[in-house]
């Protein structure tokens, strides 16, 4: 058993390390901004509008649950506890410095994240059952329509599937035990007795019920730790110069590793960094484009700048205020990464009431997280054929995982998991590249006519006329990637395009009598 896991982590490390996919999400990053020229620099604002301001609303909008709604979902899955342990973790390997590099890999993937939540609304459909689906395990397939983009999308199902029972579930579970046992002396039993049983009735409401509960939980999370974290800031105000300092300075030197050692250089902070803002964002993973591809908007550019501000949140404000606040109450000295940020709360706020704080935060990010990936697992299962029967049986199974990981060791399921999780960030990689050409045709298109976005549904369905990627995103396409400009088309006129080609073929050869 050691060995698998020996093996296993040796495998963890490859695959989350410089050499695979840490370099492939920042390339394509940086690929998908320069191809969409900064999208998420040109736009920020209307996006944040888009998303919180007054351009969120519009009536006769298609989809199953808001946009809010589907972020709250998304950002439910991401904003764990690599937020608030794991921003611990990076200072103490890559010192002050890594959290510079969080921000740089956060803006970069702003651009990965709008072009999966575009897609993911591009290419959605009702499934076997009815229900509206989309995602990686969807736009692969629809929009890369030979064996290469079939495999692409099995290999992202199965790596989600497999990964959503450990970090989604059973770690979750694990880390919520703990802690309450810890603060409040509840028994890991009664906790996975509770957690079961409130995980399978929001599982059995489906999407819309875990939106409502994600919709509630992760708002009121962020707005309780980030306003005791403010104040914690505040009270240390004086340190908050010498906090922007260590950080700069830290992001090319590495100084100030966990107990003030000599730092360990430019290389480390910067690969620490960039890896912690990535397993937190998951920007490029394709994972918020599941839920994303069942919101109610009126075009793929919406949606697509709606989601990308989800990265912004998990790692602008939340990861920042985390950092923030461990660098400011100088516990990023500590030696322990797992007790430094509950130390910077017991440091700032009086008596017991920072780790009440930290701990209530953990559960709310815990469950959320075990919702927003539940569901992941469910539509990836569904596209890999899973019928009725098969759904409800993994739905009762998550339940029941997401209890026994309360109570059981959990390395080697975290380590699997993990694995699983960055592999399947590699097919969607590979296609969020082969797609970035129709992602830019059709954003291109879409501003040109809403560049400012008061556009009402009607208005777009008038100028967007019978162009791909209006309000058809529901409907079987087919795209020939051969031709230097591929289009996508309408199942149905592919059919009648063959059809009219070969009578035409007939008539020259003489073999047709019309």
Not at 16 to 40: A, E, S
Not at 233 to 258: C, D, H, K, R, W
Not at 388 to 397: D, E, G, H
Request: charged content about 10%; some cysteine.
């Amino acid at each position: 058993m050691q060995a698998l896991e020996s093996t296993l982590e040796a495998v963890s490390s490859f695959v989350w390390g410089p050499w695979l996919l840490l370099p492939l999400l920042l390339g394509t990053g940086l690929f998908l901004t320069v191809r969409l020229r900064g999208i998420q620099f040109r736009l920020f604002a209307k996006a944040m509008s888009i998303q919180f301001g007054r351009r969120a609303k519009q009536s006769g909008l298609k989809g199953e649950i808001s946009s809010f709604q589907a972020m709250a979902t998304a950002l439910g899955a991401t904003v764990g506890t690599g937020n608030i342990v794991g921003v611990a973790l990076s200072i103490s390997l890559g010192g002050p410095g890594a959290l510079f590099w969080m921000w740089i890999t956060a803006l970069i993937g702003m651009a990965s994240k709008y072009a999966e939540c575009f897609l993911g609304v591009r290419f959605r459909h009702h499934d076997q059952l009815g229900e509206m689906t989309g995602g990686p395990q969807s736009y692969l397939r629809r929009g890369i329509p030979n064996k290469f983009g079939y495999g692409l999308s099995i290999m992202f199902a199965v790596c989600c599937v497999i990964a959503c029972f450990g970090i989604g579930n059973m770690t979750q579970s694990n880390a919520i035990a703990a802690n309450l046992e810890n603060s409040f002396s509840v028994p890991p039993m009664t906790t996975a007795i509770t957690i079961a049983i409130l995980t399978a009735i929001a599982l059995l409401g489906g999407i819309k019920t875990i939106s409502k509960v994600t919709g509630f939980c992760v708002p009121l999370m962020i707005v309780i730790y980030l306003g005791f974290g403010a104040y914690i800031v505040a009270l240390n105000y004086q340190n908050i110069p010498e906090a922007f300092s260590l950080i700069f300075t830290g992001a090319f030197t590495g100084a100030g590793i966990a107990g003030g050692a000599v730092g360990s250089g430019f290389l480390i902070a910067l690969q620490i960094g960039a890896q912690r803002s990535l397993f937190s964002n998951e920007s490029g993973m394709g994972t918020a484009a599941i839920p994303a591809s069942v919101a109610a908007t009126s075009h793929p550019v919406r949606q697509g700048l709606a989601s990308m501000t989800q990265t912004f949140v998990d790692t602008l404000v939340v990861i920042s205020m985390t950092g923030f606040i461990i660098i400011t109450t100088g516990t990023w000295r500590y030696d322990d990464p797992a007790t430094m940020t509950s130390a910077a709360f017991a440091t700032g706020l009086p008596g017991e009431w920072g780790g009440y704080i930290v701990t209530f935060c953990l559960v709310l990010l815990g469950y959320s997280t075990v919702l927003g990936w539940s569901y992941y697992g469910e539509r990836a299962l569904a596209s890999l054929g899973g019928g009725k029967k098969a759904l409800m049986t993994y739905r009762m199974v998550f339940a029941i995982a997401c209890g026994l990981g309360a109570v059981a060791p959990l390395s080697l399921v975290f380590t699997f998991s993990d694995v699983m999780n960055g592999l399947m960030a590699i097919p969607n990689l590979i296609g969020l590249v082969i797609l970035s050409g129709l992602v830019v045709r059709e954003t291109k298109l879409y501003l040109e006519h809403d560049p400012d976005f008061e556009a009402s549904v009607e208005d777009i369905e008038y100028f967007m006329g019978q162009h791909p990627g209006a309000l058809d995103a529901q409907i079987d396409h087919e795209v020939d990637l051969t031709m230097p400009k591929p289009e996508l088309e309408h199942p149905d006129t592919t059919k009648l395009k063959k059809i009219t080609a070969q009578m035409s073929e007939d008539y020259k050869a003489g073999n047709s009598d019309w």
